[in-house]
Nanobody
Framework: QVQLVESGGGLVQAGGSLRLSCAASGSIFSISHMGWYRQVPGKERELVADIDKRGRTEYGDSVKGRFTVSRDNAKNTVDLQMNNLKPEDTAVYYC??????????????????WGQGTQVTVSS
């Protein structure tokens, strides 16, 4: 089992920045891909960013150029730096992880483990 704990959400004004962090614990030695997804009530979960162990990344179209995902394999953490935030970025952000997964990029359904989520609210 893998446990994921997110932190860093909150309220920010449009144009501002936030940094989310996700710490993995448990059976972490075989984690291959990690990702960030977000969801708004009534809408489907949306890809924010994926990153593999080598640092290869993928971003959702709506966040490209504004968000940056990074990973520290030694600390078992994945961070999401969010800049130039917009009201439409308001959502619950979830960290995700999958073990021993080779295909790139993964789909949301490929992830085995999910964090509890952290709320990000961007005011206009």
């Amino acid at each position: 089992q893998v446990q994921l704990v997110e932190s860093g959400g909150g309220l920010v004004q449009a144009g501002g920045s936030l940094r989310l962090s996700c710490a993995a614990s448990g059976s972490i030695f075989s984690i291959s891909h990690m990702g960030w997804y977000r969801q708004v009530p009534g809408k489907e979960r949306e890809l924010v960013a994926d990153i593999d162990k080598r640092g290869r990344t993928e971003y959702g179209d709506s966040v490209k150029g504004r968000f940056t995902v990074s990973r520290d394999n030694a600390k078992n953490t994945v961070d999401l730096q969010m800049n130039n935030l917009k009201p439409e970025d308001t959502a619950v952000y979830y960290c995700a992880a999958v073990r021993d997964f080779a295909r790139w990029p993964p789909d949301g359904k490929d992830y085995e483990y999910w964090g509890q989520g952290t709320q990000v609210t961007v005011s206009s």
